[in-house]
C-alpha cells in the first residue's frame, strides 16, 4: 500500500512539473535602438502581444544610440552566440549581417504563412529587407527626409507658408530671409550627421546620383550629383549661416521657435510636433529632387538572428505582430515613421483618421513613389566607410575644408576602404 501512495505522489509530482514546465512562456529577447523614439512603443507592441499570445514573454535588452552601435553589437554578440531573438536594425545594416551569417533568412516563414498576400506587406516595402532576393528583415518603422518649417517665422518675412519653395536654394534664400527678419534666430539646419551618411545619400541620390559604380569596385558619389550635393552644404553654411551645431542643439532651437528651417527624418515628427504644441504653426514639405532623383527610405527592420528553431517560430510571430496593423498603429501614433504594412492606413478602426487630422505625417506617405534603398557598403569596411564619410562632411560644415577638396579627399578614403 505504501509502495502505491509513494508511487501515486511521484506521478502527480510529475505531471504537475510537467504541466507548469507546458505552460511557461517561450522567452523572446528583443533589441533596438534609440530609446528615445521607441521605448514606449516597443512596451506598448509587446504588452499588447503578450496580452493576445501568453504563451510568449517579451524581454528587451539596454537600446543602443544608433543603428551603428546596433550593428557592432549583434556582430560582437554572435561571437559567444548571444545575439537577441529579435534585432531591429537600420536598413542599410541588414547586408553586414547578412554578409557575416548571422541573419536567418526569412523567405521559408513567409512561404508557409497562409493568405500571406493579403497580409498587407507591399512588394516594394518589402524589398527594402531583402539581400540578393532573399527576406532577412521586415519593415517596422520606415522613413524619408523631409523639411520642417516655421510658417510663423516665414510670414513675419513676407513668406507664404503655402508656396514653400521646392529647391534648395529656393529654401537656403527663404532661410536666410526669415532669420533676417527676425533677429537672434537661425536660418536653417540640415541633419547632415543623422545615423551617418543617410543625408549625405540623400544629397546624391536626389540629385540622380549613385554611391558607388553599378559593379561597387569605384566610388561614384564624387560625380556631378555629389558635386552639387557637397556644395548644397557648403552653401548652407556660407550662404544661410547654417549653424556648426548638434542635431540635439538644432532641434531645441526649432521647437522653441528660434529656427526657421530643419532638414531631418520624418520619424522625429511626433516628437517635435508634441514639443511644439502650439506655439507655433509646424508645417512639412518634400525634399527637393531633379534629375529623375530619388530619396533613401530611412528606419529599421525586424530581423530574426537567433539559430534556435524554436526561438525563430515564436520571434517570427512576434515580427508577425510588430510590422502588422495593430503594431504599425501604435508605431505610427508614437512617431513620425510610416509604416511597411499597408493595412492600417486605410482602415477607419486604425490609422485613416490619424491621417486625415495629421496633415504633416502624409508629407512622407506622399514621398513613397521615389523612394529607394538606404546603400549599404560591401565588404568589411561598411561601419568604417560611415565614419570617414562623416568625417569629412563634418571638415564642410565647420568650414575648415573647401567643399571640393573635401569630397576628393572622402572620395580617396572610402576607395582605399572597398573590398579589392
Not at 2 to 22: D, N, Q
Not at 333 to 353: H, M, V
Not at 354 to 372: D, G, R
Not at 374 to 379: C, I, L
Request: glycine share 6%; net charge positive; hydrophobic share 40%.
Amino acid at each position: 500500500m505504501r509502495r502505491i501512495f509513494i508511487k501515486s505522489v511521484l506521478a502527480t509530482a510529475m505531471m504537475s512539473c510537467g504541466l507548469a514546465h507546458a505552460q511557461s512562456p517561450v522567452e523572446i529577447v528583443v533589441d533596438y535602438a534609440f530609446a528615445s523614439i521607441f521605448n514606449d512603443v516597443h512596451k506598448e507592441i509587446a504588452d499588447a502581444f503578450m496580452k493576445k499570445f501568453p504563451q510568449y514573454k517579451i524581454i528587451f535588452r539596454a537600446p543602443t544610440n544608433s543603428y551603428e552601435e546596433a550593428a557592432e553589437k549583434a556582430l560582437r554578440q554572435s561571437v559567444t552566440n548571444q545575439t537577441a531573438d529579435v534585432s531591429y536594425q537600420g536598413l542599410n545594416r541588414v547586408r553586414v549581417l547578412v554578409d557575416r551569417g548571422i541573419a536567418v533568412e526569412m523567405t521559408p516563414f513567409i512561404q508557409s504563412e497562409k493568405n500571406w498576400d493579403q497580409a498587407g506587406y507591399d512588394n516594394a516595402l518589402l524589398s527594402l529587407g531583402q539581400i540578393n532576393g532573399k527576406q532577412y528583415g521586415i519593415g517596422f518603422s520606415l522613413s524619408t527626409p523631409i523639411i520642417y518649417y516655421n510658417a510663423d517665422l516665414l510670414r513675419k518675412a513676407g513668406i507664404t507658408p503655402d508656396k514653400f519653395p521646392t529647391t534648395w536654394e529656393g529654401i537656403l534664400a527663404v532661410g536666410k530671409r526669415a532669420q533676417q527678419a527676425t533677429p537672434k534666430t537661425d536660418s536653417i539646419y540640415i541633419d547632415w550627421a543623422v545615423t551617418g551618411n543617410w543625408m549625405w545619400q540623400t544629397l546624391i541620390f536626389s540629385n540622380g546620383g549613385s554611391m558607388l559604380t553599378k559593379d561597387e569596385k569605384k566610388v561614384a558619389f564624387d560625380g556631378p550629383a555629389g558635386q552639387e550635393a557637397i556644395h548644397i552644404l557648403d552653401d548652407a553654411v556660407k550662404k544661410a549661416g547654417m549653424p556648426n551645431i548638434s542635431y540635439e542643439a538644432a532641434s531645441q532651437n526649432f521647437v522653441v521657435g528660434n529656427l526657421a528651417i530643419m532638414a531631418t527624418t520624418t520619424s522625429r515628427l511626433g516628437s517635435i510636433t508634441q514639443q511644439i504644441g502650439k506655439k507655433f504653426d509646424l508645417r512639412t514639405a518634400k525634399t527637393p529632387i531633379k534629375n529623375n532623383g530619388r530619396l533613401p527610405a530611412g528606419g529599421n527592420v525586424a530581423m530574426i538572428l537567433t539559430k534556435d528553431p524554436a526561438k525563430q517560430k515564436a520571434a517570427w510571430e512576434y515580427i508577425k505582430f510588430a510590422t502588422g496593423p495593430i503594431g504599425a498603429t501604435y508605431m505610427v501614433k508614437s512617431t513620425g515613421y510610416f509604416p511597411a504594412n499597408t493595412i492600417p492606413a486605410n482602415d477607419p478602426k486604425l490609422l485613416k483618421p490619424f491621417y486625415e487630422s495629421h496633415p504633416n505625417h502624409l508629407t512622407a506617405i506622399e514621398q513613397l513613389p521615389v523612394l529607394t534603398g538606404w546603400y549599404a557598403f560591401p565588404g568589411n569596411n561598411g561601419l568604417k566607410i560611415t565614419d570617414v564619410m562623416t568625417d569629412h562632411l563634418q571638415s564642410v560644415v565647420s568650414q575648415e575644408t573647401a567643399p571640393d577638396k573635401a569630397l576628393q579627399n572622402m572620395s580617396r578614403d572610402v576607395q582605399a576602404l572597398l573590398p579589392r
